[in-house]
């Protein structure tokens, strides 16, 4: 998703760069976890009664689903 324009764009890589790396780490981390919550709150939105395996394995389709082809994706959930 790139909602942001150019320079805005720009001002945030400048403000990331200016972080330590121990904090850009972390940041990155916060944002990776958060996103994960998220994804997994609208999942359960849709699907209330879904189990941990079938959240667990939306939530890496969310992640990936432009990363892998639908066969590739079943091959890798064919050993859940």
């Known amino acids: 998703m790139n909602d942001s324009t150019p320079e805005m764009w720009k001002k945030q890589h400048e403000l990331m760069l200016a972080m330590p790396m121990k904090q850009r780490f972390m940041e990155d981390i ?14 359960r939105r849709q699907n209330p009664g879904v ?18 082809t639908e066969e590739q994706l079943n091959d890798i959930f064919h050993f859940f």
Request: proline share 0%.
């Open 30 to 43: 916060d944002m990776t976890e958060f996103t994960r919550k998220l994804m997994a709150t609208d999942v």
């Open 51 to 68: 189990s941990e395996l079938e959240l667990k394995i939306e939530v890496f389709k969310g992640y990936y689903e432009d990363e892998f």
